[in-house]
């Protein structure tokens, strides 16, 4: 079957510091994978796409990779800061359907 | 447009009752996701309509789910008898055909309490 596995462990980083959240995925290659945050009680906020043929995509301070030899997409947050805090999910499209599977997501806390 | 809106946002029902949530997505969006999330788990994929045609549904779902998209507008997930593991946050999301540079607008959710 085609998953998505993160993290489940909470990442806890300093203000100012570099947060890197991890996504690795089973089977078939997806030709695209989004990341999103996720607020407590809230519904999940897109943040980026990345296609196979990128190896990386950045906006703002957001910096995502994509890794087809080791099945996997780097989640990069630099600076920091304490309003960062969140979920970030990841997700693959489902391939030879229309839904799209979503990870656990991983808690993300960043300390003042 | 103020993106995708649920309703209700809270709703509390007794085991066995039957319960409806109302998607209105982004107007101009021609696809509509329904899913679930409980604590501590990514959102799952419940069913897909583009415009008023439901094209896929999850095989995880029971006869208790229907969802309706009349005229390809709002949408409603109806759950029948419910039972205390439907207990979950509903999440409904739209998006444009081939545009996927702006993944899904989800909205708040309706988070469904079966006692």
């Given at each position: ?15 100012g ?6 996504c690795n ?6 030709a695209?994978?989004?990341?999103y ?5 809230r519904g999940?906020v897109?943040?980026?796409?990345i ?5 990386e995509?950045?906006?703002?301070r957001?910096?995502?990779?994509f890794?087809?030899t080791?099945?996997?997409?780097l ?6 800061q304490p309003a960062d805090?969140?979920?970030?999910l990841?997700?693959?499209?489902h391939?030879?359907g229309?839904?799209?599977i ?6 993300l806390?960043?300390?003042? | 447009?103020t993106?995708?809106s649920?309703n209700p ?26 899913y679930r999330?409980t604590l501590g788990?990514?959102p799952?994929?419940l069913t897909?309509?583009?415009n008023?045609?439901q ?13 309706e998209?009349?005229k390809?507008s709002f949408s409603?997930?109806e759950?029948?008898?419910?039972e ?5 946050m ?18 708040s959710?309706?988070?469904l309490?079966?006692?």
């Amino acid at each position: 079957s085609q998953k998505i596995e993160q993290n489940s462990e909470a990442l806890n980083i300093q203000e100012g510091k570099t947060a890197t959240l991890t996504c690795n995925y089973t089977n078939y290659s997806p030709a695209y994978l989004q990341w999103y945050r996720q607020d407590p009680g809230r519904g999940p906020v897109f943040l980026l796409l990345i296609r196979e043929n990128e190896k990386e995509k950045r906006k703002e301070r957001l910096k995502v990779t994509f890794d087809t030899t080791l099945k996997q997409s780097l989640f990069h947050i630099t600076a920091s800061q304490p309003a960062d805090s969140a979920t970030y999910l990841c997700a693959r499209e489902h391939t030879g359907g229309f839904k799209t599977i979503f990870g656990a997501g991983t808690r993300l806390f960043v300390k003042a | 447009d103020t993106g995708v809106s649920q309703n209700p946002r809270h709703k509390i029902t007794k085991r066995g009752q039957n319960v409806t949530f109302r998607c209105d997505p982004i107007s101009e969006h021609n696809r509509l996701y329904w899913y679930r999330q409980t604590l501590g788990q990514g959102p799952e994929f419940l069913t897909y309509f583009q415009n008023e045609a439901q094209l896929e549904k999850s095989r995880l779902l029971s006869d208790r789910f229907s969802a309706e998209r009349p005229k390809g507008s709002f949408s409603t997930l109806e759950i029948q008898r419910t039972e205390q593991g439907d207990s979950a946050m509903y999440l409904c999301a739209s998006s444009l055909t081939g545009v996927k540079d702006y993944g899904y607008t989800f909205g708040s959710g309706t988070r469904l309490t079966v006692v």
